[in-house]
């Protein structure tokens, strides 16, 4: 059984920063590829980065591209997200999804079968 588990977050200023972390259990991040979503309330969800181990390859959504950075380690099997720079439009529910030897140029939603439960990042002064 898949399971992602995501933590990290909070109420955090603007302009600061804050890291977010995925476990994923019953999956190997060699394998899986991790993406992370977010949805802001009224919002659709969009994709903010991608992490494919198998590919060696990251990927952006254009509105935190140079601000957020995706890393994985392999051995603790975990990826993490650091969020700089953080503006109050990056409010949201930020979710860990998987999915198996999926390309991080695929970076729909639609595509991603394993989801984490999400975790709120509010960014306010």
């Known amino acids: 059984q898949v399971q992602l588990v995501e933590s990290g977050g909070g109420v955090v200023q603007p302009g600061t920063s804050t890291k977010l972390s995925c476990v994923p259990f019953?999956?190997?991040?060699?394998?899986?590829?991790i993406a992370w979503f977010r949805q802001a309330p009224g919002r659709e969800r969009e994709v903010v980065s991608c992490i494919s181990l198998l590919e060696r390859r990251t990927a952006y959504g254009d509105s935190v591209k140079g601000r957020f950075t995706v890393s994985g380690d392999a051995v603790k099997n975990t990826v993490h997200l650091q969020l700089n720079n953080l503006k109050p439009e990056d409010t949201a529910v930020y979710y860990c999804?998987?999915?198996?030897?999926?390309?991080?140029?695929?970076?729909?939603?639609?595509?991603?079968?394993?989801w984490g439960h999400g975790i709120q990042v509010t960014v306010s002064s």
């Open positions: 999804a998987s999915e198996p030897a999926l390309s991080c140029w695929v970076l729909g939603a639609q595509y991603y079968r394993f």
């Open positions: 019953g999956i190997s991040l060699e394998n899986y590829t």
